[in-house]
T-cell receptor
Framework: GQQLNQSPQSMFIQEGEDVSMNCTSS?????WLWYKQDPGEGPVLLIA?????ELTSNGRLTAQFGITRKDSFLNISASIPSDVGIYFC??????????FGKGITLSVRP | DTGVSQDPRHKITKRGQNVTFRCDPI?????LYWYRQTLGQGPEFLTY????????KSRLLSDRFSAERPKGSFSTLEIQRTEQGDSAMYLC??????????????FGPGTRLTVL
């Protein structure tokens, strides 16, 4: 099935650094969501975006809904060790099922 | 805790056996979703319910899979005659259908299935 494109597969940063990750699709969505998943757990919703061009923040996280409705990015500022995990973007069309990317594994070096 | 709960968290079974998983959504949510996630992949949609009605099923959901939500509250996912390829994390999510908010979905902790 269709998946969103997230790359690279892994990112390694130093504690305190900012990191940005993006997500692209060949199809448009009317909602973009970003989730974080820890090993053995379900995804946890971080940010939801509802309008093209929308920029939304949640603490140290900032995300944007691309103007074309085919992309989104997530920025984490001043990273801390607990930011370690897998970050997934997900697109939603017609208020039903989510389509996910493959995720980006973030490692934070103390 | 009023989040989505799933039971069991882990299930090990032998090939050919039947297994059933349960999901309890957030109480005021009328939509419930099942996803499957394999290693290194994002979750993939299986099926969803609005109240007790099953509105959509993925082609991933073979005839051996069946899901129910009889009273519009908890849901069960049954896999009959399990195969090794069914080994995965089965995730449940729920949402409160609100067209103005875009249907944020909240996930449970998942059930990890291992088929030997």
């Amino acid at each position: 099935g269709q998946q969103l494109n997230q790359s690279p597969q892994s990112m390694f940063i130093q504690e305190g650094e900012d990191v940005s990750m993006n997500c692209t699709s060949s199809s448009i969505f009317n909602t973009w969501l970003w989730y974080k998943q820890d090993p053995g757990e379900g995804p946890v919703l971080l940010i939801a975006l509802y309008k093209a061009g929308e920029l939304t923040s949640n603490g140290r996280l900032t995300a944007q809904f691309g103007i074309t409705r085919k992309d989104s990015f997530l920025n984490i500022s001043a990273s801390i060790p607990s930011d370690v995990g897998i970050y997934f973007c997900a697109g939603l069309w017609a208020n039903s099922k989510l389509t996910f990317g493959k995720g980006i594994t973030l490692s934070v070096r103390p | 805790d009023t989040g989505v709960s799933q039971d069991p968290r882990h299930k090990i079974t032998k090939r050919g056996q039947n297994v059933t998983f349960r999901c309890d959504p957030i109480s005021e949510h009328n939509r419930l979703y099942w996803y499957r996630q394999t290693l290194g992949q994002g979750p993939e949609f299986l099926t969803y319910f609005q109240n007790e009605a099953q509105l959509e099923k993925s082609r991933l959901l073979s005839d051996r899979f069946s899901a129910e939500r009889p009273k519009g509250s908890f849901s069960t996912l049954e896999i009959q005659r399990t195969e090794q390829g069914d080994s995965a994390m089965y995730l449940c999510a729920s949402s409160s259908y609100d067209i103005s908010k875009g249907n944020e979905q909240f996930f449970g902790p998942g059930t990890r299935l291992t088929v030997l």
